[in-house]
């Protein structure tokens, strides 16, 4: 479970090449089904919300069940994942959000060795 979990956000995470949060996920994640295109805000979300992710997914490594819990607690982590990946690719990150993103390639790293 542990190697699922790991692979499939080390890929993720990766790929961006780089809830403690007030941010209305549920609306960013409408405003993606919408096609709409996110702000900087909204993008910083997302980013806030895969580090705190990666921390929770860290957090249940050892769970049988840990893959359900994550994807009930962070039903929009993979979309976000995706958004901030088209996002970088197509410079629409702000500085801020770049190094969140790295933040986040970092922990996934740590987790890697772990």
Known sequence: MKKLIFTVVTCLIL?????????DYE??????ERDEQPTA??????ATYLEDGLDKM???????????????EYP???EF??????GEASGKLDDSTKEKLEKVTS????????
């Open 15 to 23: 790929s961006l090449a780089s809830c403690g949060s007030s941010a």
């Open 27 to 32: 609306a960013i994640h409408k405003k993606l």
């Open 41 to 46: 805000a909204d993008y910083s979300a997302m």
């Open 58 to 72: 860290k957090g249940l490594q050892d769970d049988a069940n840990g893959m359900e819990t994550f994807e009930k």
């Open 76 to 78: 929009y982590y993979f």
């Open 81 to 86: 994942a995706g958004a901030l990946t088209i």
């Open 107 to 114: 922990k996934a790293e740590e987790f890697k060795q772990q």
